[in-house]
């Protein structure tokens, strides 16, 4: 069993982080292996549109972003902890949304993975946020566990929010425990939400 916390957040060791490890630490504790990975220090492009992945299943950019897939797909959970910038997850967090569109094919895609979320804000943003990036998960056919939406200020400061430490402990073991029961999506089903306009 794997969980992979995954930071958007461009400061490492700030309060998304923070939490994401507590997060992580009530996976391990369900004994499931846990990584965080930092897009901080990565070098992932945006996405630039070309389609290529849709035939191929295959980014054609070669960045950071190839390791990511693989720690993607290996995952049997995936927790996405941003911090809110104007009023929704960062930038680095829209670019590694935006390059999964490659993980779009029979076998290698997002689909039965369990999903978590952490968002933190000092203010306004945390729905929209934690909005998205539900919406995100269920175009992939993930299987949304609990989210944490976290008020803080300077960096630390959510070490001095107990019950929050705690329900973040929790969303971990959650996760393994959702990730446990195997549940899968009926087969033959589409990764891609069509509107009603769609003939």
């Known amino acids: 069993m794997k969980i992979l916390g995954l930071s958007f957040s461009p400061r490492t060791q700030g309060n998304t982080e923070i939490l994401l490890g507590e997060a992580l630490r009530g996976a391990r504790e369900e004994g499931a292996e846990t990584e965080l990975y930092?897009?901080?220090?990565?070098?992932?492009k945006p996405c630039d549109g070309c389609g290529s992945c849709r035939k191929t299943g295959e980014c054609h950019i070669k960045d950071d972003m190839q390791?990511?897939?693989?720690?993607?797909?290996?995952?049997?959970?995936i927790i996405y902890g941003t911090p809110v910038y104007f009023y929704n997850m960062t930038a680095q967090g829209k670019t590694v949304i935006d390059r999964?569109?490659?993980?779009?094919?029979p076998g290698r895609n997002l689909a039965n993975k369990v999903g978590g979320i952490i968002a933190v804000a000092g203010s306004l943003g945390l729905v929209d946020a934690v909005k998205d990036l539900y919406f995100y998960m269920v175009t992939r056919r993930m299987l949304p566990a609990n989210f944490i939406a976290a008020y803080a200020g300077p960096k630390g400061d959510v070490?001095?929010?107990e019950k929050?430490?705690?329900?973040?402990?929790?969303?971990?073991?959650e996760m393994v425990q959702i990730a446990a029961r195997k549940f899968e999506y009926p087969s033959g089903g589409t990764h891609i939400a069509y509107g009603t306009h769609t003939r």
């Open 38 to 44: 930092r897009v901080a220090d990565k070098d992932i």
């Open 67 to 77: 390791d990511l897939y693989k720690k993607l797909l290996e995952a049997d959970g």
């Open 100 to 105: 999964t569109i490659a993980l779009s094919q």
């Open 159 to 161: 070490k001095n929010l």
């Open 164 to 173: 929050c430490l705690k329900a973040t402990r929790g969303l971990g073991q």
